[in-house]
Nanobody, 123 residues
């Protein structure tokens, strides 16, 4: 069974940076398209970005140019580098994985989810 565990969340001032990490176990990372979702209080869980098996990335418009997803298959790690953080980026961030090859922003098409890590951006 594939398990995802996120780390790296915390409190940061607006304009600052954080890097989230996700360690994957129970499966071969190179077999999965990976991604990140987030959920702010009182809001729906939303797509942040995704990286395919070849390293090609896609992002939500709200984070494009500020967030970067990367993966290290040898270490079974996925990262979300977040720069120029804004108060509206405050949310619980989830690492996700899917065996689907094509890009999807639909949360229901991601098979595996981490437990989430809290990111709080103070303005």
């Amino acid at each position: 069974q594939v398990q995802l565990v996120e780390s790296g969340g915390g409190l940061v001032q607006a304009g600052g940076s954080l890097r989230l990490s996700c360690v994957v176990s129970g499966g071969t990372l190179s077999s999965y398209r990976m991604g990140w979702f987030r959920q702010a209080p009182g809001k729906e869980r939303e797509f942040v970005g995704s990286i395919n098996r070849g390293g090609i990335t896609a992002y939500a418009d709200s984070v494009k140019g500020r967030f970067t997803i990367s993966r290290d298959n040898a270490k079974n790690m996925v990262y979300l580098q977040m720069n120029m953080l804004k108060a509206e980026d405050t949310a619980v961030y989830y690492c996700v994985a899917t065996t689907k090859l094509l890009l999807t922003t639909n949360r229901n098409e991601y098979d595996y989810w981490g437990q989430g890590t809290q990111v709080t951006v103070s303005s």
